[in-house]
């Protein structure tokens, strides 16, 4: 069941601006059909539903109806029984069986044809005839050509799941007739081991899987790119080398196009790689395999290419291929510039001023015109989203979404592993004459608002729907207060939320912080639907129903502010945001009596795991309790540094000098050095198929708590990757460490959790 409905529309556009959206209801739902100011059902649901009973012989619910299209005439096509039906004047007609999903299929732009892998190597399939033809020959184990690297996290899972992937990192020119790619060299690198103890399948026997996987100082996957051109199968190598002669393939693992000329001859690539200390826009001529760099800018601190590192690009090629937006934070913030690629000029700024873009949504070159949302540009909470539309030539920057909220225009992001598999991305929420928008806004105390709005001046056309949580606040769930303190340095303003303790009776509640820390994203709530979710998931409302007060804050480290607030935290990774927390908790204890400042306890995973067990180690005296999972504990013996600094063994020296080395800048970053200072109670929990942070990680801190003779909690997760937050039986053991060690009280012995109990939490 769903505890609250409709805090989006996802658009389904039918020609210039008309379209149609799935309306929820709390047993099902209705489509509806808007056009200009009028909104109106979509079709006749019962009469669709009698005629798919009459044809097909089963019953058929008119709230719980599968629409495939709807037509600008009302037409629909539905699925039912299995099979495709098309609604004609009240009567259904058999379209024939619905056709199950071709993995590992990447269709050409025609359609006719797709690109596929096989064994080692590259096909190219006819979809008409499903005849093939082979584009290479020369793969082999570790160098494979449209394999998904095993530096990317899923080489257990992809081996386990044995599903078709699409040729990883390949895309097909506009025009259909090349196809640009390459593949990843990992046969220099010594596999790293994960011990399956538990396996699936029953046996006794312990299962070893052994990954292509290179640790910090160590040389990773090394890239070669190419185009093949796919009539002759002709295979143009691509030399990947910057302005200095050094190796991209060293940095890059795939040529993701941003555009592509006119011609469908040069192929545009955003780049960052670290080793280049750069952000850089790639020119390939893939009928030639030429490399030009027309951008390439130095940067110091993290490397980013848009507002957040796990997000898209901001930069667009756009003028066939003459001309770029290039997102950049030279300024301190990042705004978007304008480049001529026949001359690599800078030709204007697009946007500047104290804040950062944070999407681009769409440009419209027709009009001259770029969409877009940004935050800290109005008063008020720096991370609250607004969406704007520019100029290409920089001017008439206009407001389009006033209201004081967070305004979600962008969709829910485009998942890694929908990209992987190929799925759909999410329709724009701009219409195709980009003459209307799809606004949806809220705040973390206030459900959603959905509006059509006009892209010219922001002026609401249709009310489209308002968000409802009835269901959720039946389950007792508060919505979390906001508040703002200051940092660490006693002058920034950092913007976080506190969950009030359910049933609280006046007294001093003990306090829980759940924390990130990383670079990556941010975790306190701006928006209702962040206020239910985010980092810890069913987490921050579950310990306040248990009767804790839970505070969430962004310290400097993070992203989406200034560049100088997210690069504080480069060099001493969580550390700066940890000390942040420290100083708001005392903050808000000091002003607030109902918070026990004796009682605080930190939880986090992954890399909010190394932060809250870091943070019982430095600040033994502050954190009582720390539940740490899924922790990144030392950088050296992973693959990243958490988007940090690269290693320095001295001197500059990248590579490990011996097996055994340790980057000087990265042994104050180790959590085991810290081990003696443990004074409270620790857990440390850990998945043994945990591919983002090794299990090892986790043991070598287990070893330096031991050799400092210190008692902590160690919890196991048989057959468990990096995302097991919601599985019960660790959700049960995160709530009773609490409430045994922070609260002080018993919990229920051996009680279960549902998967439907877990849902009011959400």
Request: with cysteine; hydrophobic share 40%; glycine share 12%.
């Amino acid at each position: 069941m769903r505890l609250v409905l409709n805090e989006s529309v996802r658009p389904n556009w039918v020609g210039a601006n008309a379209f149609w959206y799935r309306r929820e209801l709390a047993g099902g739902g209705r489509y509806i059909r808007v056009e200009g100011e009028t909104r109106r059902p979509a079709f006749d649901h019962a009469a669709a539903a009698s005629a798919l009973e009459t044809a097909a012989g089963q019953a058929a619910n008119a709230d719980l109806l599968m629409v495939e299209s709807i037509a600008a005439d009302g037409e629909c096509v539905l699925h039912h029984g299995g099979r495709r039906w098309r609604m004609v004047s009240g009567v259904a007609e058999d379209l024939g069986v619905i056709e199950g999903a071709k993995p590992g299929l990447l269709l050409s732009p025609a359609g006719d044809q797709a690109l596929v892998v096989r064994g080692h190597d590259l096909a190219v399939l006819d979809i008409a005839s499903g005849a093939e033809r082979r584009l290479t020959d020369d793969g082999e184990e570790g160098y494979a050509w449209g394999k998904y690297p095993d530096a990317a996290l899923l080489a257990i899972a992809r081996r386990q799941a044995n599903i078709p992937l699409m040729p990883f990192g390949w895309s097909w020119s506009p025009d259909g007739k090349y196809v640009v790619g390459g593949r990843v060299d990992e046969r220099h690198i010594e596999p790293y081991p994960f011990l399956e103890s538990v396996p699936q399948d029953g046996s006794a026997r312990p299962r070893a899987y052994h990954v292509q996987q290179a640790l910090v100082g160590e040389r990773g996957p090394l890239f070669s790119a190419c185009a093949i051109e796919i009539a002759t199968g002709r295979r143009v190598a691509i030399a990947l080398h910057d302005k200095l002669g050094r190796d991209l393939g060293e940095g890059i693992v795939h040529l993701e196009p941003l555009g592509w000329s006119a011609d469908s001859r040069r192929v545009f690539v955003a780049s960052a790689p670290d080793r280049t200390g750069a952000t850089m826009l790639l020119e390939i001529d893939v009928t030639s395999g030429v490399l030009r760099i027309p951008i390439a800018e130095p940067t110091t601190g993290f490397l980013k290419l848009g507002a957040e590192l796990y997000k898209q690009p901001n930069s667009r090629i756009i003028a066939g291929g003459r001309k770029a937006i290039w997102y950049s934070e030279r300024s301190g913030y990042g705004h978007l510039y304008l480049y001529d690629l026949a001359t690599d000029e800078l030709i204007n700024p697009i946007t500047a001023g104290n804040w950062p873009v944070r999407d681009v949504l769409e440009v419209d070159e027709e009009r001259g015109r770029i969409y877009f949302t940004a935050s800290g540009r109005e008063p008020g909470n720096p991370y609250q989203r607004r969406v704007y539309r520019v100029d290409i030539d920089g001017q008439n920057l206009t407001l389009l979404s006033p209201e004081a909220a967070d305004h979600m225009v962008d969709g829910p992001p485009e998942s890694l592993l929908a990209r992987i598999f190929g799925m759909a991305r999410p329709a724009s929420a701009i219409s195709p004459d980009g003459s209307v928008f799809i606004d949806s806004w809220s705040t973390v105390s206030t459900p959603g608002t959905t509006v059509l709005r006009s892209t010219d001046d922001g002026r609401i056309i249709a009310p489209l729907e308002e968000a409802d949580a009835s269901a959720l606040y039946e389950t007792g769930w508060r919505p979390p207060e906001p508040f703002v303190a200051k940092a660490a340095d006693g002058v920034t303003d950092l913007y976080g939320a506190i969950y009030r303790p359910y049933g609280a009776t006046g007294g001093a509640a003990p306090v829980v912080t759940a924390i990130y820390g990383g670079p990556q994203i941010v975790v306190a709530p701006h928006n209702f639907t962040a206020g239910r979710f985010g980092v810890g998931y069913h987490g921050r409302a579950a310990f306040a129903a248990l009767g804790f007060a839970v505070v969430v804050v962004d310290g400097r480290g993070t992203p989406l502010r200034s560049k100088a607030f997210q690069d504080a935290g480069y060099e001493a990774s969580g550390d700066v945001c940890l000390d942040d927390h420290v100083e708001v908790l005392r903050q808000l204890c000091e002003r607030d009596p109902t918070l026990d400042g004796d009682r605080i306890g930190v939880y986090g995973h992954s890399a909010g795991g190394y932060t809250s067990a870091r943070a019982i180690l430095r600040h033994p005296d502050v954190f009582k309790v720390a539940f740490s999972s899924a922790g990144s504990h030392n950088f050296h013996g992973l693959y990243y540094a958490g988007g940090g600094p690269l290693p320095d063994y001295g001197n500059g020296v990248r590579l490990k000098p011996d097996a055994g080395a340790i980057p000087e800048n990265y042994r104050k970053l180790d959590n085991g050095v810290l081990a003696a200072n443990l004074k409270g109670k620790l857990l440390l929990a850990y998945g043994d198929m945990d591919e983002n942070a090794f299990p090892a990680v986790t043991l070598q801190l287990c070893a330096a708590l031991n050799q400092a003779n210190r008692s902590y909690d160690l919890l196991y997760i048989p057959n468990g990757t990096h995302f097991y937050l919601a599985e019960p039986y660790f959700l049960r053991r995160q709530w009773d460490y609490f409430v045994e060690h922070l609260m002080r009280q018993t919990p229920p012995r051996d009680y279960s959790i549902g998967k439907g109990g877990m849902s009011a939490f959400a």
